[in-house]
């Protein structure tokens, strides 16, 4: 009878022990997940921050005429610090980018300098008010992609995110139409935004295998090429540490 008992005994702390370890699985996927979708948040609010930065830094030598002819002498020697900082802001955060503030200073400087280039070429391209549209374009899209992830929106996919996205698309296609602009230049304008986040959206769910989830700096960094960051010696992360249900957007 004592043996039953022992039997019995060790049958039900068994028993506890399998339902302790899967209950502490279920409980490590949930903060897995909760964690993963707070990496995702601040990734998309860092590229609306960003982006937002860009188009008011570059807008001055699109829309003021007069800025950019006082600009204009100095065209050259401005690309050249232009391009030099995107070069110092990558290696920077190439070399230095895991340890902090590495990464805050190579992100600040990214922006500052991208967007003297990009003033720099809409001053001189006929189509640079175009250009600064399509820019405005995606950084709404960027906004919009935020809010719904923001609001933990179920149905938000790949496939949901895009079709929002070309929505977006023809609303400003419409709007540019009524400005004036030819329906020809308005597709281009309104369908390269739209390629532009379409973009975006596929490298945010590669960056996301080359960065643990507290480097949403870096993956804003190297957004667009993320392949770039195995350069930092980091290996792609295994699927339990941002399993499918945490997946939305990226």
Same mark, same amino acid.
């Given at each position: ?70 600009? /204009? ?7 050249? &610090? #232009?391009? =030099?900082?995107?070069?110092?802001? *990558? $290696? !920077?955060? @190439? ?28 001053? /001189? ?7 600064? &549209? #399509?820019? =405005?374009?995606?950084?709404?899209? *960027? $906004? !919009?992609? @935020? ?38 230049? #308005? ?10 986040? @379409? ?52």
């Amino acid at each position: 009878m004592p043996e039953n008992e022992y039997v019995v005994a060790t049958s039900i702390r068994n028993g506890g022990l399998r339902k302790t370890a899967k209950s502490m699985r279920l409980s490590t996927v949930v903060v897995e997940k909760e964690t993963f979708q707070s990496f995702t948040r601040k990734l998309w609010a860092l590229l609306v921050l960003q982006y937002t930065a860009i188009l008011v830094l570059s807008s001055p030598f699109a829309l003021l005429e007069s800025f950019a002819v006082q600009v /204009e002498p100095y065209h050259f020697v401005l690309e050249c &610090i #232009a391009f =030099g900082g995107i070069g110092v802001s *990558f $290696a !920077i955060a @190439l070399t230095k980018g895991p340890m902090w503030p590495f990464a805050h200073i190579a992100l600040v400087g990214l922006t500052l300098f991208v967007s003297l280039e990009m003033g720099l070429t809409f001053a /001189e391209a006929s189509w640079g008010r175009y250009g600064l &549209i #399509a820019i =405005g374009q995606a950084t709404t899209n *960027f $906004a !919009i992609i @935020l809010a719904l992830i923001t609001m933990e929106t179920q149905w938000l996919s790949y496939t949901t995110g895009t079709a929002i996205c070309l929505i977006c698309a023809g609303i400003w296609m419409l709007v540019l139409t009524m400005t004036g602009l030819s329906v020809t230049y #308005a597709c281009y304008v309104a369908l390269g935004g739209w390629g532009y986040t @379409l973009m975006v959206i596929f490298c945010s769910a590669q960056v996301a295998h080359h960065v643990s989830t507290d480097e949403y700096i870096l993956a804003v960094l190297f957004i667009l090429f993320p392949e770039a960051l195995l350069c930092l010696g980091g290996k792609e992360r295994t699927p339990e540490h941002h399993p499918d249900e945490a997946v939305s957007i990226v």
